[in-house]
Structure formats: structure tokens, C-alpha cells
């Protein structure tokens, strides 16, 4: 099987918003989307800095969290990103870097909304969002085609993170076949952790059934929604509406 690997996020030419901004802001792997009422590219960037070095900080403390695929113990003393990625991967059985993403996209997006009520960070393919109205989110299972299928989200929603994983798109390490995993959850750290697993998880079109069971089992945990497909089989489940484009 050949991944999808190009560094291009052509989806991003299909938000369309009205009497929002949208920018780009990026620095080494961080490539963040934002949509907002306000230009805030340079504090963005400060903050994803800040938070960056907190990471690199804490792993050059602790090599095992860069590369650790199991989780790892908790550590109150750690920055407040870090501790949010253990938390998570200790609650979906992953490695803390599997919830990078989503961690970085919903402390990015907390950390601005004052600014902006209405705010929407992706990162990736993560997304975490604030938002006064009602929003629409594109599922693009296969980046060289259309979007047909979208997940409607009411006001009352938000905020929460919608956090995909892909074991055919990108270079993120994933252990299952399936083009795409979204999942949502109040939490970015804890949406892009489950993301991972539920992922890793999906080989053959077998699979989705007792994963949408395994997503209900993992409600307490935060997990709200998942959906997920597989060539042309999909499924879903939880506080998610699906529509068509």
C-alpha cells in the first residue's frame, strides 16, 4: 500500500467562511490553520514557540516520550501540554506523541479565544473549535478527490476537538489500513489519542463494526463521536451529524 505523503493541504482551499480571517502559521513540523474574527499570526507564533520548547524541554528530560508507542507514567511537575498527552495516552493505550497534535491545536485555540469568540485551529488534520454558530467540518478521505461527506456540528458543541488519524494519509506512524478516523472529544490531547488507536485498529472492513462498539465503551473516557472508512464502507457513531456536499 503506497501513503499519501505530500506535504500540500490542498483541503484548505475549501473552507469558506464569512467575515473571517484565515492564515497560516508555521513553524519547523507546526503547521497550523487558523480560521478567526482578528489577525493574530505573531502571538499565535510566540505561543506554538512556548510550547514547542516546552516539549522539546521535557523530552530532552525524558527521551522515552518521543518514541514510546505505550504510555507513560504520569508526571505532575511536567508543562501543562505534556501532561495533558499522558493523560491521554494513558487513557487510549497509546503513546504520548500520538496526541501531539490535538494538544497543540486545543491549547492554541484556548489560549486566543478571548481575542476571537469565534475560533478554529487545525492542525494537520486536527481541529480544535471555539464557535458561536453552527459549523460545518469536510471529511476528505482521499486527498485527490472531492469532498462529498461533512459532519454538521450545532453551537451547543463547541468547544471540542475533531482529530483524525489515517493509516493511508501522511507520515504519522499508524498501524491500520483505513483512509480516515475522526473522532471527537472535548479534549484535543484525548480526541487525537483516540484517533490514533481506534486507527491502528482498522485492517479490513470487519473491523468497523466492533470498532464503533469499542468507541461507545469509550465514552466515560471523553470520547463523543467517531467517525470512520474504509474504501467505500463507512460507520459512525455518537453526537455527530453526517451530510452530504
Given at each position: 500500500?503506497?501513503?499519501?505523503?505530500?506535504p500540500?493541504?490542498?483541503?484548505?482551499?475549501?473552507?469558506?467562511?464569512?467575515?473571517?480571517?484565515?492564515?497560516?502559521?508555521?513553524?519547523?513540523?507546526?503547521?497550523?490553520?487558523?480560521?478567526?474574527?482578528?489577525?493574530?499570526?505573531?502571538?499565535?507564533?510566540?505561543y506554538?514557540?512556548?510550547?514547542?520548547?516546552?516539549?522539546?524541554?521535557?523530552?530532552?528530560?525524558?527521551?522515552?516520550?518521543?518514541?514510546?508507542?505505550?504510555?507513560?507514567?504520569?508526571?505532575?511537575?511536567?508543562?501543562?501540554?505534556?501532561?495533558?498527552?499522558?493523560?491521554?495516552?494513558?487513557?487510549?493505550?497509546?503513546?504520548?506523541?500520538?496526541?501531539?497534535?490535538?494538544?497543540?491545536?486545543?491549547?492554541?485555540?484556548?489560549?486566543?479565544?478571548?481575542?476571537s469568540?469565534?475560533?478554529?485551529?487545525?492542525?494537520g488534520?486536527?481541529?480544535?473549535?471555539?464557535?458561536?454558530?453552527?459549523?460545518?467540518?469536510?471529511?476528505?478521505?482521499?486527498?485527490?478527490q472531492?469532498?462529498?461527506?461533512?459532519?454538521?456540528?450545532?453551537?451547543?458543541?463547541?468547544?471540542c476537538?475533531?482529530?483524525?488519524?489515517?493509516?493511508?494519509?501522511?507520515?504519522?506512524?499508524?498501524?491500520?489500513?483505513?483512509?480516515?478516523?475522526?473522532?471527537?472529544?472535548?479534549?484535543?490531547?484525548?480526541?487525537?489519542?483516540?484517533?490514533?488507536?481506534?486507527?491502528?485498529?482498522?485492517?479490513?472492513?470487519?473491523?468497523?463494526?466492533?470498532i464503533?462498539?469499542?468507541?461507545?465503551?469509550?465514552?466515560?473516557?471523553?470520547?463523543?463521536?467517531?467517525?470512520?472508512?474504509?474504501?467505500?464502507?463507512?460507520?459512525?457513531?455518537?453526537?455527530?451529524?453526517?451530510?452530504?456536499?
Amino acid at each position: 500500500m503506497n501513503r499519501y505523503l505530500s506535504p500540500i493541504r490542498n483541503y484548505r482551499k475549501h473552507i469558506k467562511t464569512k467575515n473571517e480571517l484565515c492564515f497560516q502559521v508555521i513553524l519547523e513540523e507546526t503547521d497550523l490553520f487558523i480560521v478567526a474574527e482578528k489577525k493574530l499570526e505573531l502571538p499565535i507564533l510566540e505561543y506554538v514557540s512556548y510550547l514547542r520548547k516546552q516539549i522539546k524541554t521535557y523530552i530532552e528530560l525524558h527521551p522515552e516520550f518521543l518514541t514510546s508507542l505505550i504510555p507513560l507514567p504520569l508526571d505532575s511537575k511536567a508543562p501543562l501540554i505534556v501532561q495533558n498527552m499522558l493523560i491521554a495516552a494513558q487513557k487510549f493505550q497509546v503513546g504520548p506523541m500520538a496526541a501531539v497534535a490535538g494538544a497543540i491545536a486545543e491549547q492554541v485555540a484556548t489560549k486566543f479565544v478571548a481575542h476571537s469568540p469565534n475560533l478554529i485551529v487545525e492542525n494537520g488534520g486536527d481541529i480544535y473549535i471555539y464557535s458561536q454558530k453552527s459549523r460545518t467540518i469536510g471529511l476528505l478521505a482521499h486527498p485527490n478527490q472531492n469532498i462529498s461527506l461533512g459532519l454538521k456540528l450545532d453551537a451547543s458543541q463547541f468547544p471540542c476537538a475533531l482529530c483524525t488519524s489515517s493509516g493511508k494519509i501522511g507520515h504519522s506512524l499508524n498501524f491500520g489500513q483505513g483512509d480516515i478516523v475522526v473522532v471527537m472529544a472535548k479534549s484535543g490531547a484525548d480526541a487525537d489519542a483516540a484517533a490514533t488507536a481506534l486507527s491502528n485498529l482498522l485492517k479490513t472492513k470487519k473491523d468497523i463494526s466492533p470498532i464503533l462498539k469499542k468507541a461507545q465503551e469509550l465514552s466515560p473516557l471523553g470520547v463523543k463521536g467517531l467517525f470512520l472508512q474504509l474504501d467505500e464502507t463507512i460507520g459512525a457513531w455518537g453526537e455527530l451529524e453526517l451530510i452530504t456536499f
